[in-house]
């Protein structure tokens, strides 16, 4: 069944680095999203991501947070200068085509800043 | 506001029981409605979804149930297996074009053999 993928599935970064988180999504998709879960909380969206741009952002997705679909497989959450507070899980989910239809998510990123 | 929250934090059942995890949502705006699973260590996996023109929606040992008068959402799981032990999400999405799940807070289920 496929399946989204995320690399790397831990990462630790020195506070202020930038980080990338990569997503590879279901292949025929056509809607990509990226969500958090800090430790104990609820999932919350970051974004949403369609025909190569962004549609739709949560108030977390600040200047210092951005995505791109660099080729036709990859989907990335670039952060620019991490903070200790960006320490969570981050999920990326793709949808075939929006809406009400189901999003599917990976197995998440645990990204833990020093 | 939107909100979605689970009125149990902790559920433990017997093998072979059936599960009820319930589910309320705030926001009268929504039309989609999805339940998701999620075990240690891995991403939230999609169980059931249901529209707002429905009230019942059966999948293989699960059914979801909406009850839109109160906002109230819920998922049976019948014949209760180890196997499904783990965290149970329920999500809503906004009528109008938004593409932004809202999750609650998550219920874990343990099944005791």
């Known amino acids: 069944e496929p399946e989204v993928t995320q690399t790397p599935s831990h990462q630790v970064t020195q506070m202020g680095q930038e980080v990338i988180l990569r997503c590879v999504p279901i292949?025929?998709?056509?809607?990509f999203y990226w969500y958090r879960q800090i430790l104990g909380q609820k999932v919350e969206f970051l974004v949403s991501?369609?025909?190569?741009?962004?549609?739709?952002k949560s108030e977390i997705f600040d200047d210092q947070f951005s995505v791109e679909r660099p080729d036709g497989s990859n989907f990335t959450l670039k952060i620019r200068s991490t903070k200790l507070e960006d320490s969570a899980m981050y999920f990326c989910a793709s949808s075939e085509y929006g809406g009400n239809q189901p999003q599917h998510f990976g197995d998440g990123t645990r990204l833990s800043i020093l | 506001g939107e909100s979605v929250g689970l009125h149990l934090p902790t559920l433990s059942v017997q093998e072979g029981d059936n599960s009820i995890i319930n589910c309320a949502y705030s926001n009268s705006a929504s039309d989609y409605f999805i339940w998701y699973k999620q075990e240690s260590g891995k991403g939230p996996q999609f169980i059931i979804d249901?529209?707002?023109?429905?009230d019942k929606r059966q999948g293989q040992r699960v059914t979801v149930l909406l009850n839109k008068t109160v906002k109230h959402l819920s998922l049976q799981i019948a014949a209760t297996q180890p196997g499904d032990s783990a965290v149970y999400f329920c999500?809503?999405?906004?009528?109008?074009?938004?593409?932004?799940?809202?999750f609650g807070k998550g219920m874990k289920l343990t099944v005791n053999p």
């Open positions: 292949s025929n998709h056509l809607y």
């Open positions: 999500a809503e999405r906004e009528q109008g074009g938004s593409e932004k799940l809202v």
């Open positions: 991501f369609y025909n190569n741009e962004i549609s739709e």
């Open positions: 249901i529209r707002s023109n429905m």
